[in-house]
């Protein structure tokens, strides 16, 4: 799990700074492993080795939407949808918060590649969130 602080301005223009969890669950990366030859690991590899940002983007657009949720409280739950069934990352993807973190990834293969490592369950099986800067 990645715990990640943003610092944004709002469309008020009003400074903010909110508190994003990341996470995908051991059968969620199993499912995505499955989906793509060579697991996720392997095709984000492969992306990056290309250096195709259009495929680049795409792959983190993908990663963030899937990982994006909330944590509970108690710390027994991280819900990616709201009570209606939509998904969190549909209403996070619209805001600057989102746009900032999406930037620093692209712009920033280091910080992406221990952010994405981050929210892999192999990465930190029993651990607090790693808070990625």
Known sequence: MVKKIIQYVDYDGVE???E???NLSESEL???DAKYDGGLRGVLQ???DSKDVREIMKMFEL???LSYGEKSV???????RD??????ADAFEQTPAYD???TELLSNPEYAAKFVEGILPASNKGSKPVQVK
């Open 30 to 32: 199993t499912k995505l």
């Open 83 to 88: 009570k209606e069934g939509h998904d969190l």
């Open 63 to 65: 990663v963030l939407h």
């Open 46 to 48: 492969k992306i990056v």
């Open 74 to 80: 108690d710390g027994k739950h991280f819900w990616k």
């Open 20 to 22: 994003c969890y990341f």
């Open 100 to 102: 900032k973190l999406f």
């Open 16 to 18: 903010k700074s909110e």
